[in-house]
């Protein structure tokens, strides 16, 4: 065992040991001020401990403060940690066409659980959240802490999607704002893929950015009615229900930008292979391994303890008003007799 302030120990040793020394002494001048069968009459009778006792049981307690204080461990040599240390962004696709119903209970609900199978297998990795649909807009900023990642996607629900068009290039233009200083420019789109025409110019503006696209495709080729604020189908102009399905032209341009892209699907496993995949193709950039020292913290049993002692000791302080009433007790007893 050591103490990992082993100076606050020595220092504190000093008024410690004052304090016990006038605590001690200052017993013994009351005995030689005042007479002992005096003191045996003001004393108050109670079946509580002798006070060298609880003065024992006091000066414990205080010594076991200052150990907790300290911080006694025992070391169990250093340990090397791996970081990940990727970074990257996750986008999710806010658009009209992820009320779709072709993925259960529809794309937006099944695109945050993806997402959120995605933080879980990237720990230690530290990610930024947008949303996009016409505009593109930061929800969290670059961070490792997945618990509050996944409250953030959990928080986006129907009322944030827009029916406008989806704008890829606007996404990618916000995404290389972000990105301009990271070391990896990762991008990672939920999405069903958009039309056509949000994928003009897209390949340019991933190698103008520098950005290595994947494309996480939500939905199904056969595809399913693009539906209202109200789950009603909507229509095109010529009265035909409108029917949108993933565009794996988007999966094209992932892999030209050096990236890939999957349909997603039910089970796990899709997600942990494209987090492998990132690292692997990332591994190079990682920040490395840094040496922690491993200690098991000792410090909460001398602080239980000298909580225990407190306890007995202030517990067992005489109480001078039961005295008292026991005292005139006695001499009306004895004036009687």
Known sequence: MEFVHPQFFWVMLVPFSIFV?????????????FDEKILERLRADSDTLPNSLRNLVLFAAVFLMIVALSRPVIDEGEKVVKLQGI????????????????????????AKKKLAQLLDAMPGDEVGLLAFAHNAFVLSPFTSDTGTLKQIIEGVNESYINMSSTDLGG????????????????????????????????KERLKAEGITLYAVLIGTKKGAPVLDARGHPMKKKDGTIAITQINEQLGQIARESGGDYLIAGYGKEDMQHLADEIHRRFAKERRGAIRIRERVELFPYP????????????????????????RRKARKKEARS
């Open 21 to 33: 020394f006038l605590v001690t002494t200052n017993k013994d001048k009351v005995s030689r001020i």
């Open 303 to 326: 602080l239980a303890g000298a909580v225990l002692l407190l306890l007995i000791g202030l517990s067992s302080m005489p109480r001078s008003g039961q005295g008292f009433y026991r």
């Open 171 to 202: 996404l990618v233009d916000l995404a290389g704002n972000l990105l301009r200083k990271k070391k990896e420019k990762i991008l990672i789109v939920f999405t069903d893929g958009g039309d056509p025409e949000a994928l003009q110019g897209l």
């Open 87 to 110: 970074t990257a962004l996750a986008a999710l696709d806010i658009s009209g066409s992820m009320r779709s119903k072709d993925r259960y209970p529809n794309r937006l609900e099944f």
